[in-house]
């Protein structure tokens, strides 16, 4: 399920951005949005660590991978963030498309690397 939720991710994020960038479309601000925003840019690290710490302790690579995907939802609000800010402060209204398209290429090796492990492992039937 991690390596179908990277896949969908990176589908989505390659979609919408190239979509916006040829269409010169531009992000609009939300407060609502940025409260999201920074709410996970505070959040997500705190879920990172224990997802890690417990993970590594139960010996879980279910939880490990899970913590890759917050990662992901960490490394995604902080590009958000910078492409907004970009937009807002500088007016590079193609600068939250490109940043977003950063995301694609760490999120398919993740995926990738999530897939790869999912097919090692040995499920016994009794």
Not at 36 to 42: D, F, G, N
Not at 68 to 95: E, H, M, P, R
Not at 109 to 119: L, V
Request: contains cysteine; hydrophobic residues 50%; positive net charge.
């Amino acid at each position: 399920m991690i390596a179908v939720s990277f896949t969908l991710v990176c589908i989505f994020i390659s979609y919408d951005s190239i979509t916006k960038l040829l269409s010169q479309q531009t992000s609009s601000w939300s407060t609502m949005g940025l409260i999201i925003l920074v709410t996970s840019l505070l959040i997500n690290p705190i879920l990172i660590y224990f997802k890690r710490k417990y993970g590594r302790k139960l010996d879980s690579p279910a939880l490990l991978a899970d913590a890759k995907d917050t990662f992901i939802c960490l490394y995604q609000t902080i590009v958000v963030l910078a492409g907004l800010l970009l937009v807002n402060w500088l007016g590079w209204w193609w600068a939250d498309p490109v940043a977003a398209l950063l995301i694609v290429p760490y999120a398919a090796k993740e995926g990738w690397e999530a897939y790869t492990k999912a097919r090692e492992i040995n499920v016994d039937k009794k």
